[in-house]
């Protein structure tokens, strides 16, 4: 497959390359000083296993590309306006868009049995600008489940796990995600195709939702997270409200929040995405974590006044340093 990864970070840096290791035609739009180093010297994908570095075509201007088969959208939710403003160039007639991302994505209600395919999250795609540019018959969705980070600049640290969920708004999965659930397993993900979704999104959510913003206002890793006690409460009564959010709609993540602390705990002293943004300077995934989650509330008649207080705390906290747009 012809495939280009639009944001080649930690998650799509990972997939660029072992995408490419695996025989398909790869490239990547990115910009800056990571642009500059894929260019230079290439992606070098570094593991506890191995470290191995792969050639890789980068460009900063999608025109440059050309159609693919398939656009893998790894970028964070405040960035997705610049992708829908330059996608057009990659888009063939027959192209999908899988957006590899945290947070409730902007195409959530579009499949959806609730409000009837005629809501949209004015929050995530005011305007609409996102659904115009990336029209919900293209989307894949994909949920990530492995930990890697960009230490520096051209170079991808995988952690641990390497599983992707992929499926289509409303489960009626066609061959466009078998083709990519294919392509991923000759890369070496674990990688399966469901007919839910906005589910797994949603289980995804319950541990982003509450790890990834208190992690950025204490400055502290995962596990200490879990270990003091009433940070673990407050972080336990924001997985509640969002699995009631979730049920309100049809979605239930069908999980329990100490499970689902669990799964965080396996990580040991991991920094969630949003921490590693705010040490680096970045700007914050704050709108599709907390603000979309809040509207979808607000639509269900869901009251969440925990994660009301996380998301204006966490929200003032990246407006004071500039990070928040």
């Given at each position: 497959?012809?495939?280009?990864?639009?944001?080649?970070?930690?998650?799509?840096?990972?997939?660029?390359?072992?995408?490419?290791?695996?025989?398909h035609t790869v490239?990547?739009?990115?910009?800056?000083?990571?642009?500059?180093?894929?260019?230079?010297?290439?992606?070098?994908?570094?593991?506890?296993?191995?470290?191995?570095?792969?050639?890789?075509?980068?460009?900063?201007?999608?025109?440059?590309?050309?159609?693919?088969?398939?656009?893998?959208?790894?970028?964070?939710?405040?960035?997705?306006?610049?992708?829908?403003?330059?996608?057009?160039?990659?888009?063939?007639?027959?192209?999908?868009?899988?957006?590899?991302?945290?947070?409730?994505?902007?195409?959530?209600?579009?499949?959806?049995?609730?409000?009837?395919?005629?809501?949209?999250?004015?929050?995530?795609?005011?305007?609409?600008?996102?659904?115009?540019?990336?029209?919900?018959?293209?989307?894949?969705?994909?949920?990530?489940?492995?930990?890697?980070?960009?230490?520096?600049?051209?170079?991808?640290?995988?952690?641990?796990?390497?599983?992707?969920?992929?499926?289509?708004?409303?489960?009626?999965?066609?061959?466009?995600?078998?083709?990519?659930?294919?392509?991923?397993?000759?890369?070496?993900?674990?990688?399966?195709?469901?007919?839910?979704?906005?589910?797994?999104?949603?289980?995804?959510?319950?541990?982003?939702?509450?790890?990834?913003?208190?992690?950025?206002?204490?400055?502290?890793?995962?596990?200490?997270?879990?270990?003091?006690?009433?940070?673990?409460?407050?972080?336990?009564?924001?997985?509640?409200?969002?699995?009631?959010?979730?049920?309100?709609?049809?979605?239930?993540?069908?999980?329990?929040?100490?499970?689902?602390?669990?799964?965080?705990?396996?990580?040991?002293?991991f920094k969630p995405?949003?921490?590693?943004?705010?040490?680096?300077?970045?700007?914050?995934?704050?709108?599709?974590?907390?603000?979309?989650?809040?509207?979808i509330a607000r639509?269900?008649?869901?009251?969440?006044?925990?994660?009301?207080?996380?998301?204006?705390?966490?929200?003032?906290?990246?407006?004071?340093?500039?990070?928040?747009?």
């Amino acid at each position: 497959m012809k495939i280009c990864i639009y944001g080649p970070g930690a998650i799509g840096g990972l997939i660029a390359a072992r995408l490419a290791q695996a025989g398909h035609t790869v490239s990547v739009v990115a910009r800056g000083a990571h642009l500059t180093a894929i260019r230079e010297h290439g992606l070098r994908i570094v593991s506890e296993k191995n470290e191995t570095k792969v050639r890789i075509k980068a460009e900063h201007n999608p025109a440059l590309l050309g159609p693919q088969d398939c656009v893998i959208v790894a970028v964070k939710g405040q960035s997705l306006p610049e992708v829908a403003a330059g996608i057009a160039p990659l888009l063939g007639p027959d192209t999908s868009i899988v957006t590899a991302m945290n947070g409730v994505p902007w195409w959530f209600f579009d499949r959806l049995a609730f409000g009837d395919g005629k809501l949209r999250l004015e929050s995530l795609d005011p305007g609409g600008q996102l659904t115009r540019a990336m029209p919900t018959e293209r989307i894949v969705g994909c949920v990530v489940h492995l930990a890697a980070s960009t230490p520096e600049p051209g170079v991808i640290r995988h952690s641990m796990d390497e599983r992707l969920i992929l499926g289509e708004p409303g489960g009626r999965n066609t061959a466009r995600t078998q083709a990519i659930v294919a392509a991923l397993k000759e890369a070496k993900f674990e990688t399966v195709a469901t007919a839910t979704i906005e589910k797994e999104f949603w289980v995804k959510l319950l541990g982003n939702i509450s790890f990834n913003p208190v992690a950025a206002l204490t400055l502290a890793t995962a596990n200490r997270l879990i270990a003091d006690e009433y940070v673990k409460a407050y972080m336990v009564s924001i997985m509640h409200e969002c699995l009631a959010i979730g049920r309100a709609v049809g979605v239930d993540a069908a999980i329990d929040p100490e499970a689902r602390m669990e799964m965080a705990r396996r990580l040991g002293a991991f920094k969630p995405s949003t921490l590693q943004d705010m040490e680096a300077g970045k700007s914050l995934e704050i709108d599709g974590l907390l603000i979309g989650t809040l509207e979808i509330a607000r639509k269900a008649g869901v009251a969440a006044p925990f994660t009301e207080s996380l998301a204006g705390l966490a929200r003032l906290r990246a407006e004071s340093t500039g990070q928040y747009r």
